[in-house]
T-cell receptor
Framework: DARVTQTPRHKVTEMGQEVTMRCQPI?????VFWYRQTMMQGLELLAY????????DSGMPKDRFSAEMPDATLATLKIQPSEPRDSAVYFC????????????FGSGTRLTVV | GENVEQHPSTLSVQEGDSAVIKCTYS??????FPWYKQELGKGPQLIID?????GEKKDQRIAVTLNKTAKHFSLHITETQPEDSAVYFC????????????????FGKGTHLIIQP
């Protein structure tokens, strides 16, 4: 089965450090989403791309978060500087738009900021 | 934007019984309603979805029903098995500018389904 690959699976870092999370979407998918999952807020959309162009990043704190898609096989989410409140599981999902098969999520990056 | 409410937050059923999870949405322009299953340590996995041109869709032991007038949709799992234990999320398209979900999904808060042996 085709899958969305996220690295690293787990990351523990100290407050103030830079964190970079990576996502390899399914080959042929033209849309990539970044979601954050916490117990309190559930699944929140942070940003998304279509054909590598950023369409909406209104869900991200702009001063510390940035999302890029340098090529069709790689999407990145960067936090600089990281804060304890950024601790969460970050998911990448990809899909083909227009299409009928929905979105496929990766296994996530569990980030802990101490 | 879309608001999705999901109930119950926890559901415990005996193995072999049926489970029903319900969601409501706010945007009448929404026309795509997926359900995701999330197991511990994994990402959400799409298990079934429905578009607004049908009222019900089935796939083996799972089914989804949609009532567009009332703006609610439900997930039905029959003959529940231990492997059905997980957190289930409903979702609807985010924002009124894309009823089909092309611009992302708004998720419910999730239902923790527990199958009792």
């Amino acid at each position: 089965d085709a899958r969305v690959t996220q690295t690293p699976r787990h990351k523990v870092t100290e407050m103030g450090q830079e964190v970079t999370m990576r996502c390899q979407p399914i080959l042929g998918h033209n849309t990539v989403f970044w979601y954050r999952q916490t117990m309190m807020q559930g699944l929140e959309l942070l940003a998304y791309f279509r054909n590598r162009a950023p369409l909406d990043d209104s869900g991200m704190p702009k001063d510390r978060f940035s999302a890029e898609m340098p090529d069709a096989t790689l999407a990145t989410l960067k936090i600089q500087p990281s804060e304890p409140r950024d601790s969460a599981v970050y998911f990448c999902a990809s899909g083909l738009v227009p299409g009928a098969n929905g979105y496929t999520f990766g296994s996530g990056t569990r980030l802990t900021v101490v | 934007g879309e608001n999705v409410e999901q109930h119950p937050s926890t559901l415990s059923v005996q193995e072999g019984d049926s489970a029903v999870i319900k969601c409501t949405y706010s945007d009448s322009a929404s026309n795509y309603f997926p359900w995701y299953k999330q197991e511990l340590g994994k990402g959400p996995q799409l298990i079934i979805d429905i578009r607004s041109n049908v009222g019900e869709k089935k796939d083996q032991r799972i089914a989804v029903t949609l009532n567009k007038t009332a703006k609610h949709f439900s997930l039905h799992i029959t003959e529940t098995q231990p492997e059905d234990s997980a957190v289930y999320f409903c979702a609807a398209p985010r924002g009124s500018y894309s009823g089909g979900g092309a611009d992302g999904l708004t998720f419910g808060k999730g239902t923790h389904l527990i199958i009792q042996p």
